[in-house]
C-alpha cells in the first residue's frame, strides 16, 4: 500500500488558492455524503405583492402556503416539495438586479410544467414576453413583473 502525499492547506471556508486548487481541495473533502438533501426555498424580492401573486400564484398555479409575520410585506407558495418565498423588498432598497432582457443565461428558477404547448398558449394569453425552444427540447423562459427569469421545461424534456 502506497501512501498518498496531501499538502497542507487552511479549510475552504478561508481558502485563498486558485480555482484549480480549490477544485482538488473539495474534491479531497468530500465524504460521499450529500449534505445538501433538496430544495426548501427559493426567495425573490419583490415590489409588487399583487402584481407577483397574479404571476406565480394565477399564472404559474402555485398555492399560497402559510407565512410567519416578519414584519415585512411577502408571501410563500408552495411548488412540488419546496416553496417561493416572494419578499416586499423596501423602497430605495436594491437587494437584485435582474438582467435588462430576457436570457436563458441569466439566473434563473426552472418549473418542471406537464404540457409544452398549452403552457406557450397561457403564457403569450398572459401578455408575457416568452423566449421559446421548440416542443422538443422543451424549454421557454420567461419573466417575472420584477423581472426575474424564470424556465419552464417540460417533464419529458432530453436534460
Do not use: C, K
Not at 43 to 61: C, Q, W
Not at 80 to 105: C, Y
Not at 111 to 138: C, K, M, N, Q, W
Amino acid at each position: 500500500m502506497h501512501a498518498v502525499a496531501t499538502r497542507a492547506r487552511p479549510p475552504l471556508a478561508f481558502w485563498n488558492g486558485t480555482a484549480t486548487d480549490l477544485a482538488v481541495a473539495a474534491s479531497e473533502e468530500h465524504d460521499g455524503h450529500m449534505l445538501a438533501r433538496a430544495v426548501n426555498h427559493v426567495s425573490f424580492p419583490i415590489r409588487d405583492l399583487e402584481r407577483s401573486l397574479a404571476f406565480y400564484r394565477d399564472f404559474l398555479g402555485l398555492e399560497t402556503i402559510e407565512r410567519p409575520n416578519f414584519g415585512f410585506g411577502g408571501a410563500w407558495l408552495g411548488a412540488g416539495n419546496a416553496q417561493i418565498h416572494l419578499i416586499v423588498t423596501p423602497d430605495g432598497m436594491e437587494v437584485d438586479r435582474p438582467p435588462p432582457s430576457l436570457t436563458p443565461i441569466a439566473s434563473h428558477l426552472a418549473f418542471t410544467i406537464d404540457d409544452y404547448a398549452a403552457t406557450l398558449a397561457r403564457a403569450r394569453a398572459h401578455g408575457l414576453e416568452v423566449l421559446e425552444t421548440s416542443p422538443s427540447a422543451g424549454q421557454m423562459w420567461v419573466r417575472d413583473p420584477d423581472g426575474h427569469v424564470i424556465e419552464l421545461i417540460a417533464a419529458n424534456a432530453r436534460r
